[in-house]
């Protein structure tokens, strides 16, 4: 079983930075892709960005691109996403995901085999 547990979401004002952690733990596969999700009110989960096992390769949605920097350090199991020039449309909560066996990207939100609890990023205006 694998575990992924987000933490370093909160309530900040338009403009503000916050930095997100996921913690993996468990049984996982020796190579995996990790990505962070949204999820706002009334709305589907989203797609915001993703990297590669070795941390070399990394996609972003469009609405974050140039704003947001996902990372990873395997020594610690944990991969980060650093939000700066937070929005009030960056409100929601996000998960992180394992995406098994695989050395690549990875996009496609049904290819994640593992999900987090998810954290609360509030954005104010």
């Known amino acids: 079983q694998v575990q992924l547990v987000e933490s370093g979401g909160g309530l900040v004002q338009a403009g503000d930075s916050l930095r997100l952690s996921c913690v993996v733990s468990g049984r996982t596969a020796s190579t995996y892709a990790m990505g962070w999700f949204r999820q706002a009110p009334g709305k589907e989960r989203e797609f915001v960005a993703t990297i590669n096992w070795s941390g070399i390769s990394t996609y972003y949605a469009d609405s974050v691109k140039g704003r947001f920097t996902i990372s990873r350090a395997n020594a610690k199991n944990t991969v980060y996403l650093q939000m700066n020039s937070l929005k009030p449309e960056d409100t929601a909560v996000y998960y992180c995901?394992?995406?098994?066996?695989?050395?690549?990207?990875?996009?496609?939100?049904?290819?994640?085999?593992?999900w987090g609890q998810g954290t609360q990023v509030t954005v104010s205006s």
């Open positions: 995901a394992v995406a098994s066996g695989t050395r690549t990207v990875v996009v496609a939100k049904a290819s994640y085999d593992y």
